[in-house]
T-cell receptor, first 115, second 111 residues
Framework: DTGVSQDPRHKITKRGQNVTFRCDPISEHNRLYWYRQTLGQGPEFLTYFQNEAQLEKSRLLSDRFSAERPKGSFSTLEIQRTEQGDSAMYLC?????????????FGPGTRLLVL | DQQVKQNSPSLSVQEGRISILNCDYTNSMFDYFLWYKKYPAEGPTFLISISSIKDKNEDGRFTVFLNKSAKHLSLHIVPSQPGDSAVYFCAASAGTDKLIFGTGTRLQVFP
């Protein structure tokens, strides 16, 4: 069990550029989650997948954000036309199927800085 | 509107003593609660959870207490160790996979 991995760990970009992050969940987990954490706050839910189906999206996920999990394995989170307010830590988590009380295991996160 | 609140941003405890971290919530639909620990530059690590049908859950040095009438839960760490120094997040869910987190409490355990 290698845990949840995320790539890149850090990303610096200029305002207006597009960025894409990748998350690889724990291999046998079919649920995958994206959260965002800003300074001084706890993680905030963005969206989650069961296999390849995106089941819930937060209103925080504006039209500039899109998440995919095409084959039910890894997932990508793309932010188009980045803004300075997008600067945050983007966290991915995964859990096994078994209901909402299955533990969510988090990856190390991708820290995004928009200049 | 902050549905999960951790009103103490920081806590300092001597090694060997008890650490008590508190969390309040406002949504009566929450039925599952968790504590995560986070070190700098790492993702949150799951510590312990409790279902609303229980009022206590223990795992080694960690015990979580739930008081539904007060909408309050607490995490007790006994005995506290320097390696416990981290930010602790309380989280809750209301029958879905969406976790609502508090703002965290930074625990420092000193020798």
């Amino acid at each position: 069990d290698t845990g949840v991995s995320q790539d890149p760990r850090h990303k610096i970009t200029k305002r207006g550029q597009n960025v894409t992050f990748r998350c690889d969940p724990i291999s046998e987990h079919n649920r995958l989650y994206w959260y965002r954490q800003t300074l001084g706050q706890g993680p905030e839910f963005l969206t989650y997948f069961q296999n390849e189906a995106q089941l819930e999206k937060s209103r925080l996920l504006s039209d500039r954000f899109s998440a995919e999990r095409p084959k039910g394995s890894f997932s990508t989170l793309e932010i188009q036309r980045t803004e300075q307010g997008d600067s945050a830590m983007y966290l991915c988590a995964s859990s096994a199927e078994g209901g909402y009380q299955e533990t969510q295991y988090f990856g190390p996160g991708t820290r995004l800085l928009v200049l | 509107d902050q549905q999960v609140k951790q009103n103490s941003p920081s806590l300092s405890v001597q090694e060997g003593r008890i650490s008590i971290l508190n969390c309040d919530y406002t949504n009566s639909m929450f039925d599952y609660f968790l504590w995560y620990k986070k070190y700098p530059a790492e993702g949150p690590t799951f510590l312990i959870s409790i279902s609303s049908i229980k009022d206590k859950n223990e795992d080694g040095r960690f015990t979580v207490f739930l008081n539904k009438s007060a909408k309050h839960l607490s995490l007790h760490i006994v005995p506290s160790q320097p390696g416990d120094s981290a930010v602790y997040f309380c989280a809750a869910s209301a029958g879905t996979d969406k976790l609502i987190f508090g703002t965290g409490t930074r625990l420092q355990v000193f020798p």
